[in-house]
């Protein structure tokens, strides 16, 4: 009964975690055998849908809230944070048993609610600025900024479907850019933040803080490389190609900067930052159009680019501002954690990008599909180690 007259947040996102990865056995296990009575479908909507708001958005807003306050959450932030675990939950219980229907879709709606209620509680909160570094600051606001904008996708899919353009390219395109802007934009941009925050680093020469301000705004064009797949025509392949590009340049230049930081980061947090450069890279390639033909052609490439920016880059962060705010005991079990989950994750999104290269081949890997059903299980047990390493006490401090 701790967990709610005294709530111990961060433990909570751990639990959200493991729900997660429960999820993710399931699906995995319905590929390979029938499950009566659940529907593949619902049970995908229902883990995404969780994967965003109870695990990644209710850990950013956890740690956000906690710069924002000097490591302790006010009242209002409090109360973003319930109303979190309301929708999430909400979501995962309506989207696995009806589907997008009108339950699923008010539990959608109040979590959007709640992530506009949360950009106007950091917007409005003075402490921020005062305690994060410029950096962060602009990182943090920006990515905030990117949160509201991915509203703009869920929105526009009833529309679409009431004019009839549910079979076209337009809606799809709507999906793909609530995944950007929450992925690329919001998720990634706060999880730098937060680490920028964490190494204090100092203020930015002029030319550093260009690049900076250019890595964020590279965000917006960067949406059109996920309308490549349909062919949308010169103008918008021409912005998804600067976006790309504009993302790799200054992501380089800013790595080169702050390169002087690298035996301050973690382990894992050394791991996320390799990830991130490796995606960076996989949008230029994705410009070129005989590899965007064959990247949307393929389910699994299309999962490994998500899971490489969720699995590879921000959970990792996630994972090291954990153990920065001293969230998650430090020690040999925690260490060992840490490469566990690298290590999982390197197979995993391994398992994802060669299958359709050797494909090209006509070859295919010994047992994939329950190899990627151990995998999970493998990420479920470590959800579970993670949360045997969680302190007991911050219900105290939060």
């Known amino acids: 009964m701790k967990w709610f007259s005294a709530p111990n947040y961060p433990r909570w996102a751990i639990a959200n975690f493991i729900v997660l990865s429960i999820y993710g056995v399931v699906l995995r296990y319905m590929q390979l055998y029938d499950v009566p009575g659940l529907n593949y479908q619902f049970i995908l909507h229902a883990h995404s849908h969780f994967a965003f708001s109870g695990w990644m958005f209710f850990s950013i807003a956890i740690l956000i809230a906690s710069l924002c306050s000097n490591g302790k959450i006010g009242s209002g932030f409090k109360t973003i944070l319930w109303l979190t675990l309301v929708s999430a939950y909400g979501m995962l219980a309506s989207f696995s048993w009806q589907g997008y229907k009108l339950v699923s879709i008010c539990f959608s709606t109040l979590f959007v609610l709640v992530t506009f209620g949360f950009a106007w509680m950091v917007f409005k ?38 004019l009839g353009l549910k079979n076209t390219p337009w809606y799809q395109d709507a999906v793909y850019f609530y995944l950007h ?128 920016l969720t699995l590879g880059v921000i959970m990792p962060l996630l994972i090291g501002q954990l153990m920065r705010k001293g969230f998650i005991t430090a020690g040999l079990k925690t260490s060992a954690l840490n490469y566990t989950y690298v290590g999982l994750t390197l197979v995993y999104l391994g398992l994802l990008f060669i299958q359709p290269l050797l494909a090209l081949f006509y070859v295919a890997v010994p047992f994939y599909q329950p190899l990627l059903f151990c995998l999970c299980l493998l990420f479920l047990c470590f959800g579970a180690g993670l949360l045997m390493v969680i302190k007991t006490n911050y219900h105290e401090r939060l």
């Open 181 to 308: 802007f929450q992925m690329n934009g919001f998720m990634l941009l706060a999880a730098l933040g937060l680490l920028a925050a964490s190494i204090r680093l100092p203020a930015l020469k002029a030319d550093t803080a260009c690049w900076l301000k250019l890595f964020i705004f590279s965000t917006l064009p960067l949406c059109f490389i996920f309308t490549i797949w349909a062919k949308p025509g010169p103008w918008l392949c021409a912005f998804a190609c600067l976006g790309a590009g504009f993302n790799l340049l200054s992501w380089l230049a800013l790595a080169i900067s702050f390169g002087r930081y690298w035996n301050c980061l973690l382990f894992v947090e050394k791991a996320a930052l390799l990830a991130l450069s490796i995606k960076v890279a996989l949008q230029v390639a994705i410009c070129i159009p005989v590899i965007g033909d064959w990247v949307f052609a393929s389910r699994n490439l299309v999962i490994g680019y998500i899971h490489l």
């Open 125 to 162: 909160n003075d402490q921020l600025k005062e305690r994060a570094n410029p950096t962060a600051y602009q990182l943090i606001r920006g990515s905030v900024v990117f949160l509201c904008l991915s509203a703009l996708g869920p929105f526009a899919l009833r529309p679409l479907a009431a």
